[in-house]
T-cell receptor, first 116, second 112 residues
């Protein structure tokens, strides 16, 4: 399968614990995006990378959240000291930057976080 | 900032009915517009797109026309099937970061 893959698919944790999600984008894609989706809402942008550079972070991304893409390939999203409000689906998407790119993103199936 | 507003769901129709899901947007520039679909248990998939005013995107019998004068991108299908049951998201993409801004989604259920 050459699509975007995310791991784990579901994580249940206790409040105050740290969690990390991994995203493997489509191999030739140089842009990688993280979104958060809560029940009944559309995905909300968190951050994006072009190669290994993190170019933009949303104000939704508190200082408990950190994302990395160290070699410009896979990415990790870490949430420290989780809170119940962090419970959501975390989506990863990738795309390839062309000058004529119209902005289509390819999404993974998501990592669902439940904080007890 | 940029935003997208979709008609509220859920929407329930009978098979072969006509479908319209309304979508309007607010943007400072000239965004590209998209409809994404999320089938049960699956990731978001691009359904169709339009990149400039008056463009019509189409796929799998669905259509949407980019209307700059009304800032709208309504999704239509002439005859829906049970397999169209899913959540539909309207989205726009700015031309810089090209990050997507999504509407809240509309859940569609088609009964046989």
């Amino acid at each position: 399968d050459t699509g975007v893959s995310q791991d784990p698919r579901h994580k249940i944790t206790k409040r105050g614990q740290n969690v990390t999600f991994r995203c493997d984008p489509i191999s030739e894609h140089n842009r990688l995006y993280w979104y958060r989706q809560t029940l009944g809402q559309g995905p909300e942008f968190l951050t994006y990378f072009q190669n290994e550079a993190q170019l933009e972070k949303s104000r939704l991304l508190s200082n408990r959240f950190s994302a990395e893409r160290p070699k410009g390939s896979f990415s990790t999203l870490e949430i420290q000291r989780t809170e119940q409000g962090d419970s959501a689906m975390y989506l990863c998407a990738s795309s390839i930057l062309y000058t004529t790119n119209t902005g289509e993103l390819f999404f993974g199936e998501g990592s669902r976080l439940t904080v007890l | 900032g940029d935003s997208v507003t979709q008609m509220e769901g859920p929407v329930t129709l009978s098979e072969e009915a006509f479908l319209t899901i309304n979508c309007t947007y607010t943007a400072t520039g000239y965004p590209s517009l998209f409809w994404y679909v999320q089938y049960p248990g699956e990731g978001l998939q691009l359904l169709l797109k339009a990149t400039k005013a008056d463009d019509k995107g189409s796929n799998k019998g669905f259509e949407a026309t980019y209307r700059k004068e009304t800032t709208s991108f309504h999704l239509e299908k002439g005859s829906v099937q049970v397999s169209d049951s899913a959540v539909y998201f309207c989205a726009l993409s700015d031309r810089g970061a090209q990050k997507l801004v999504f509407g809240q989604g509309t859940r569609l259920t088609i009964n046989p």
